[in-house]
């Protein structure tokens, strides 16, 4: 087990034949992982991470082949996703984790938490959804794939980071847009496409949250037009005793556009489940 900076940012760990790059600070039994969404990394959880350190161990994880996690090889899916999560436990040895997934973190979560369930002890699933794409928006995907071979990723970029902010967040955000516009740029092209083809190949998981069993937080942007609120109010009537908190003013971000509101409620979620 090969790890590096013990001041416990970018550290780097050797799983699944790929150095996979983390943040790991804060001490507690119970570590919280946080999972970022795409095509974005750990830098997003900045804010969370701050937040929770006094309090909790805490994680976050750069996704194969996004951030300083580098990998241009394989086809990459929310399956190998979910295999590269459970190694990295093994390797740190968390035998249970507080598992916190953003949209495309949200489905490793959903997809890990119903393939190892003993292996988690809370669910937050965070502007996420438990469908498929259905066969038109697969279609999409791989046309939009086509159009970004053909002519780059610029206007992809561009049309995504401007689909997952409020519109307020748009205009009275411009440095939290900013920092995330560089981060959606620091991708490279074959892994923007790569990440595309594991969003289109996902599995739904809506047949099994009626299986959940372990304490589940949802949360949601209002105006989230990526994963829309009425997926996260599915999900919350499936997952028996789950919580959802829906957050005003924000979009597919809620964690960047409304960060003490969403550390509140996380917060909030933490205290009950350990106070049982």
């Not at 394989?74 to 979910?82: A, E, K, N």
Request: net charge negative.
């Amino acid at each position: 087990m090969e790890i590096e900076n013990t001041q416990g940012y970018n550290l780097s760990i050797l799983v699944n034949d790929l150095n996979l790059s983390y943040d790991d600070i804060g001490e507690g039994n119970s570590p919280i992982i946080f999972l970022h969404g795409y095509p974005f990394n750990k830098e997003m959880w900045q804010d969370q991470l701050q937040f929770f350190k006094s309090s909790h161990r805490v994680i976050a994880l750069d996704i194969r082949g996004f951030g300083k996690s580098i990998d241009e090889e394989p086809v990459l899916s929310i399956d190998l996703f979910t295999e590269d999560l459970l190694a990295f436990m093994d390797e740190l040895d968390i035998d249970k984790a507080i598992i916190c997934g953003l949209s495309m973190g949200g489905y490793i979560a959903l997809n890990a938490q119903h393939r190892f369930p003993n292996r988690f002890e809370a669910l937050i699933l965070c502007d996420t959804q438990c469908i498929a794409d259905t066969p038109e928006a697969k279609e999409k995907r791989y046309k939009t794939i086509d159009e970004i071979e053909a002519n780059g990723v610029a206007d992809f970029n561009d049309g995504f980071i401007k689909s997952v902010f409020h519109k307020d967040s748009l205009t009275n955000k411009k440095e939290v847009v900013e920092e995330l516009r560089s981060v959606v740029y620091s991708n490279s092209q074959h892994i923007i496409q790569q990440g595309l083809v594991a969003l289109a190949e996902r599995s739904e998981t809506c047949s099994t949250l009626d299986k959940i069993d372990i304490p589940t937080l949802i949360i949601c942007g209002r105006e989230d037009a990526v994963t829309p609120l009425a997926q996260s109010e599915f999900m919350h009537d499936k997952i028996k005793g789950s919580i959802l908190k829906v957050i005003e003013n924000a979009g597919h971000v809620s964690n960047l556009e409304q960060a003490a509101e969403f550390n509140k409620h996380i917060s909030d979620f933490l205290a009950i489940i350990i106070k049982k």
